[in-house]
């Protein structure tokens, strides 16, 4: 039989172990693992890790903020996905009180129509009361059965959903089997107006909010995860709600693995703002060990790339500092680098949190996030030997800044096939606007 793409010899890399094997893809999909296959194409992929392709949930393309807009959108911000072996983004509804969830999923839907790969939509919650609980209903007919972020601060911009409106919430998401993303800072405990920083929105805060979370997750049954855990006391908050019976999931970034609140006393600091802020390094080492042993369930970037004159307006009046930084691009050969090749987590760590985790935790698997049979043929084809620096100029994401200019890295992504297509090989995207669909849940 001759398949439409073979991958040969390379180390299959699953959760569970690895495997050298050739990987037959015809239709878009995956159809056999074995020997001596033969396609149409063939890519030789000896000596490389062929991984299933990276699905970063939490994304924030052409995201209105401060008066200003998320520098990527999704044509640009979904070929630099391509570029960095991510298959699937999970993007968001842009949330407003006079807007009806539906309506919002249909406005994101038009804006996302340039997407090179494939894509979800969490319905965000901005906005919303729970006298709208049957919007919940209706998107989830739609296909969308993700919630968030739901805020547990930024009252002062209206952002806020109060704790009996996330009971409601939680409540009308649990009946769909659906999950609710939360973002967890407690209100009281954090001071905007002194900007994105760690004396202003303290560990603390990210604390006692997953803590109410986590107690209003048990009550309701409902599968909630709370988006870019930054400390070691969330840390802490989160497993005991889960000894508890909450069900609850955490999810991280590599901003909190790979950098420390000591850029902000540089003078470029400003260009370093993301809420959460940028913790200690004791917390960065509690998140890489609770990776490791599968306390945390997803990596993902909450890429939200903002340029240098973007920033630039909240130097001296960090009231109006965008907050959020790129990734989506390096997502992969970061965990990599500084994850499997520095021997702080196993290779099979790579699909569990980048793949499998997401997959599963917002209802893609097994369409998505898996080499099985009969998934969708997303795929990487991953260099463990290349040697490379990042520059923010050579990067496809539209910035001038990456908050990890001039780390080394070793390994990179040498192709990326989207449902059975090459859409970025050795260098060069090859993909096209479009060709990412929407996928329903």
């Known amino acids: 039989m001759i398949y439409d793409l073979v991958i040969k010899g390379g180390t299959l890399v699953t959760p569970s172990g690895t495997s050298v094997a050739d990987l037959a893809i015809s239709k878009g999909r995956i159809v056999a693992h074995g020997r001596g296959f033969t396609g149409r194409q063939e890519i030789d992929a000896d000596g490389r890790l062929v991984l299933p392709g990276v699905i970063d949930a939490h994304t924030h393309m052409a995201l209105p903020v401060g008066g200003t807009r998320s520098s990527d959108d999704f044509h640009s911000g979904t070929v630099a996905a391509a570029c960095g072996g991510v298959t699937t983004i999970i993007d968001f509804t842009v949330g407003a009180r006079d807007l009806s969830l539906p309506a919002a999923v249909e406005e994101r839907l038009i804006t996302a129509q340039k997407a090179v790969i494939d894509y979800a939509l969490h319905a965000e919650l901005v906005g919303w009361t729970a006298e709208r609980v049957g919007e919940i209903f209706a998107v989830a007919k739609a296909g969308v059965r993700s919630f968030g972020e739901i805020f547990t601060t930024y009252s002062e911009s209206g952002r806020r959903t109060s704790l009996g409106d996330l009971q ?239 780390m080394a890295m070793c390994g990179a992504v040498e192709t990326t096939i989207s449902r059975g297509m090459i859409i970025y090989a050795k260098g060069s995207f090859q993909g096209e606007a479009g060709w990412g669909r929407f996928i329903t849940r």
């Open 168 to 406: 409601v919430a939680l409540t009308a998401i649990r009946k769909i089997s659906g999950t609710a993303m939360v973002h967890a800072e407690a209100d009281e405990l954090v001071h905007p107006e002194e900007g994105p920083y760690p004396p202003a929105r303290p560990a603390l805060a990210e604390a006692v909010a997953i803590a109410q979370v986590g107690v209003i997750a048990a009550h309701t049954g409902c599968c909630t995860c709370i988006a870019h855990v930054s400390s070691a006391p969330g840390l802490a908050a989160l497993f005991a709600a889960q000894k508890q019976g909450a069900p609850i999931l955490g999810e991280t970034c590599p901003q909190y693995l790979l950098l420390d609140e000591q850029v902000y006393a540089r003078e470029d600091g400003h260009l370093f703002s993301v809420v959460p802020p940028l913790r200690r390094e004791e917390d960065q080492q509690a998140l890489w060990s609770a990776l490791e042993t599968g306390g945390l369930a997803l990596l993902s970037t909450d890429h939200c790339p903002f340029t240098r004159a973007q920033k630039e307006v909240g130097k001296d009046d960090p009231t109006r500092l965008p907050a959020g930084l790129p990734g989506i691009e390096t997502l992969l050969p970061l965990i990599y680098s500084a994850g499997v090749d520095k021997g702080r987590l196993p290779l099979t760590a790579l699909p569990r949190l980048l793949s499998e985790g997401p997959a599963k935790t917002y209802g893609l698997y097994p369409q998505k996030g898996t080499l099985a049979i009969g998934a969708d043929a997303d795929l990487v084809v991953f260099d463990p030997t290349a040697k490379w620096t990042i520059h923010a100029e050579r990067l496809h994401m539209a910035i001038d800044f990456s908050p990890y200019e001039g």
